[in-house]
């Protein structure tokens, strides 16, 4: 397709996807209205509309709402492509994903057999009653979770990638060894340091940045005050293109909310907060047995985390909303991965009886409520938090946990992991190889997480804000690679895997963005 058909073609589906939206019957009714005012003159009627939305603010919305639909649609394509190639292009990894997504689901309807607990069942009035009474202060309940165990945990999901072959690839072909040294054993293209030094110059060692000039030694106002006076301007302007921008240098404490939020265009309106709620209500009226999940995720990770274990009643609430919302279904338009389907009750094998469970086609896996908890720390809103993660789910974190050839997606990530370490640290991973650590086997769980529950707090929500300001999560595997350059002396020392463990277990005191600076650009090429 050339330029101008593909342009077309992607105007064509986003005005379809707004037409149906509040945001088009708000600057409609907005519209209507406004010709009742004196200024609105019939000969020039379209310019003076156009110029009563532009100066009211809503042009800015409809270009924020614009903004977001190009972040979550589909990349154009010929409009005679099957609709599975729009998922994925790559035939193999279409193959691996349903293969593990059977997998997935026959674990799950395997713990509902051998627990005798259904799918889903309608909660009695009392218990709809005590739910809705204690809804904000769900972690004290201590209900029996010693037979739920999760249905997946990351490192079972990575054995599934390290399998994955492209049956077309003659491995012969490879230029060297070195292809072969990794775990990940598929042809993808992934940046090396030249390339992401370019797409990522905001980082370079020249321009401010927040994780770096901020630090005591360096007097605040030769950076952070003229650049939060910047941050305050974008908020104002209320352009969502401006926030990512920023965001690239980093945001600000006590601005990244509100600046997550535009990036987002989450805008918490009256009716966002009506469709949590209405999530709520069909928590409280029906059980489902992922929420024995939910549970059991939350009780083993966020709640043994000395900064997120406060957070334990917004979690269950998040994600108990996040289980029931068929909105997020919209995403596998885009994912390579397709949502599971369980059977009506008495009515196995009947295709019209099947419906799609848990109800947003997301089965959870060990460690998925910590996609949320950092989050906590910016709002305490739930309607608010609820959108925000919702958003970045459909946006960024999908693609941690789905076989797919996106240079954002898991297989890249780890990909790109060990070529940056096979190129610039050669000796380190052959010593590694050789003693049976393959780095890949102790980063794989900081990627599948966006190092969430490893940093600390403070220093993850700067890795994601670079996350947002440059819209994809290959500036994870760059910091993962950091790490092992960080620690490269002591890696260098160490005989087996469990010593290799050991120097990396705790990042909580690594700083995110010197690390990935060096890294990226005083490393030698």
Not at 38 to 52: G, H, Q, W
Not at 197 to 207: D, H, I, M, N, V
Not at 256 to 271: E, K, S, V
Request: net charge negative; hydrophobic share 40%; aromatic share 10%.
């Amino acid at each position: 397709m050339d330029d101008g058909t593909e342009l077309s073609l992607t105007i064509a589906q986003i005005v379809q996807r707004l037409k149906g939206s509040h945001l088009h019957s708000q600057i409609e009714r907005q519209a209507k209205e406004c010709l009742h005012q004196p200024e609105i003159k019939l000969e020039s009627l379209k310019e003076d509309v156009r110029s009563f939305l532009k100066t009211s603010g809503w042009e800015r919305k409809l270009q924020n709402a614009v903004y977001r639909e190009l972040h979550v649609q589909l990349p154009p394509s010929h409009p005679a492509a099957p609709p599975e190639h729009l998922k994925e292009p790559l035939a193999y990894m279409r193959k691996a994903q349903a293969s593990w997504e059977k997998r997935v689901l026959k674990s799950l309807n395997s713990m509902s057999t051998e627990l005798e607990v259904p799918l889903a069942r309608m909660r009695p009035a009392a218990e709809q009653r005590e739910l809705a009474s204690k809804w904000n202060e769900m972690g004290t309940d201590e209900p029996d979770l010693s037979r739920f165990r999760p249905v997946y945990a990351p490192k079972d999901f990575l054995e599934v990638l390290i399998s994955l072959r492209n049956p077309n690839h003659d491995r012969s072909e490879d230029i060297s060894a070195r292809s072969h040294w990794g775990l990940i054993q598929v042809p993808l293209n992934v940046r090396d340091i030249p390339q992401l030094r370019q797409a990522y110059s905001e980082l370079s060692l020249t321009t401010g940045q927040l994780g770096i000039d901020d630090h005591a030694h360096i007097h605040p106002d030769l950076f952070e005050n003229d650049y939060v006076q910047i941050g305050k301007k974008v908020l104002e302007e209320q352009d969502s293109a401006a926030a990512q921008q920023y965001s690239r240098q980093g945001c600000p404490t006590g601005l990244r909310a509100d600046l997550w939020a535009l990036i987002l265009n989450c805008t918490n309106q009256p009716q966002d907060v009506m469709h949590y709620e209405q999530l709520m209500a069909g928590v409280i009226q029906h059980d489902l047995l992922v929420d024995n999940l939910i549970y059991k995720d939350v009780k083993l990770t966020a709640s043994n985390d000395d900064y997120y274990f406060v957070f334990e009643d917004f979690l269950y609430q998040v994600l108990l909303c996040f289980s029931r919302d068929t909105a997020v279904l919209d995403h596998f338009k885009y994912n390579s991965a397709t949502p599971p389907k369980s059977y009506i009750q008495g009515k196995t094998g009947d295709e019209e009886s099947a419906v799609v469970y848990p109800p947003n086609g997301v089965i959870l896996f060990h460690g998925f409520s910590m996609y949320v908890a950092p989050l906590c720390f910016l709002y305490n809103e739930p309607s608010k938090l609820y959108s925000v993660f919702r958003e970045m789910y459909i946006r960024y974190f999908f693609r941690l946990h789905a076989i797919s050839s996106s240079p954002s997606g898991i297989v890249s990530l780890c990909l790109q992991f060990e070529r940056l370490l096979q190129t610039h640290l050669p000796q380190l991973f052959y010593h590694l190889r050789q003693i049976g650590a393959q780095p890949l086997r102790i980063a794989f769980k900081w990627m599948v997480r966006a190092f969430s529950g490893y940093l600390s707090t403070d220093q993850l929500l700067l890795l994601w804000d670079r996350i947002l300001g440059y819209d994809s999560l290959e500036v994870v595997a760059v910091l993962a690679a950091s790490v092992f350059a960080f620690r490269a002396e002591n890696l260098m020392e160490v005989t087996s895997l469990a010593s290799a463990e050991a120097v990396l277990a705790d990042l909580s005191t690594l700083k995110v963005m010197p690390l990935i600076q060096i890294f990226l650009f005083a490393t030698a090429i």
